[in-house]
Each structure stands twice: as C-alpha cells, then as structure tokens.
C-alpha cells in the first residue's frame, strides 16, 4: 500500500466527527494524519471496510481553529488493538481548494515545506 501512495501523509493535531450517509454519527476519533486523498483516524472502535461515511474535522489551522465539513469517503483498511483502533478512510474526491479551502491550504503548505526541506 505505501508503494502505490500518491500523496504525502502529513501529520495533524485534530478530531474528527464520523456519520454514516444519513447524517447519524457514528463516532469521534482522533486524527494521526491526513492527504489530499484520505484520512487516517484513532478511535475506540474500528469501522467495516467500506462503510461510506462524512467527515466534520476540526484541526488547528494558521493560528485559529478551522472546521471542515462534508468530506465524504469510504472506510480503506482498518487496525484493531485492545487500546485503541486505527483505521483509514479513503477520499470520495480529492482534496481541492474549491470545496476544502482550509483543509488544502493545511496540506499545501505542509507539503511545500516537506519539500523544501528535502531539497
């Protein structure tokens, strides 16, 4: 699976509220890290492999709170352990500017530095 990553993971201070498609929540977690095309999550419990779900998460931005809503995907792989689960969920769409101003700008910024810093 990491072979075929597209995208850099970068890591994110932030929680995430987890609803099935009919809005009802399922659970909250907390975020280890995040790319333009998915999420990787900590939770007191792990999701069936493909349920689809909505994402609100809430991370530290800039200098500022920032809370981004509607993110749509599908659960990818998923970790159980007996102190804590793990599990990822794959993006319905990519990360834009359009539709995820804060969340981009989160990741764009992290990405140009990790480049930076690799040059």
Do not use: N
Not at 39 to 60: K, P, Q, W
Not at 106 to 119: G, I, M, N, Q
């Amino acid at each position: 699976m990491a072979q075929d990553r597209k995208t850099q993971r970068i890591a994110m201070k932030g929680w995430v509220a987890i609803s099935d498609s009919g809005k009802k929540r399922l659970l909250r977690g907390c975020v280890s890290d995040v790319s333009f095309k998915g999420i990787c999550v900590y939770a007191g419990r792990v999701l069936r492999l493909g349920t689809s779900v909505r994402i609100t998460l809430e991370f530290f931005g800039q200098e500022r709170l920032v809370s981004e809503k509607e993110l749509k995907g599908s659960v990818a792989w998923a970790f159980k352990h007996p102190a804590i689960s793990l599990f990822g969920i794959l993006f319905h769409e990519p990360v834009t500017q359009e539709k995820f101003p804060a969340l981009y700008e989160f990741l764009d910024k992290a990405t140009r530095k990790r480049s930076a810093k690799r040059r």
